[in-house]
């Protein structure tokens, strides 16, 4: 992963001239912005509003972390046996049996 952003510390220097700073998470790093949300419609039995913690930084557009994985599609694993030096791997785990 590279080095996480500074965005938020050099953002807070600036809104502490306005004695004001960022919501951000206290928990894993780097630290997130979060964005703040109200409940629209109050009363029993209404959704309370939900908390939205930032995928991106919103002021450089860094990502905080890696692109999580995504399962290999059929597509995927046809194209890496269509290369020789995987179908000998498969073949040789297979002990030499090839399918």
């Given at each position: 992963?590279?080095?996480?952003?500074?965005?938020?510390?050099?953002?807070?220097?600036?809104?502490?001239?306005?004695?004001?700073?960022?919501?951000?998470?206290?928990?894993?790093?780097?630290?997130?912005?979060?964005?703040?949300?109200?409940?629209v419609e109050t009363g029993?039995?209404?959704?309370?509003?939900?908390a939205m913690i930032a995928?991106?930084?919103?002021?450089?557009?860094e990502r905080y972390e890696?692109?999580?994985?995504?399962?290999?599609?059929?597509?995927?694993?046809?194209?890496?046996?269509?290369?020789?030096?995987?179908?000998?791997?498969?073949?040789?785990?297979?002990?030499?049996?090839?399918?």
């Open positions: 992963m590279t080095k996480p952003c500074n965005c938020i510390a050099e953002v807070n220097k600036t809104l502490a001239q306005h004695n004001t700073m960022l919501v951000f998470t206290l928990f894993g790093t780097p630290s997130r912005v979060i964005v703040d949300t109200t409940q029993r039995g209404k959704k309370k509003a939900a995928t991106f930084c919103p002021f450089c557009g890696p692109e999580p994985a995504r399962p290999a599609t059929s597509a995927d694993l046809t194209a890496m046996l269509d290369d020789p030096t995987v179908a000998a791997a498969v073949n040789e785990q297979a002990g030499g049996r090839a399918a």
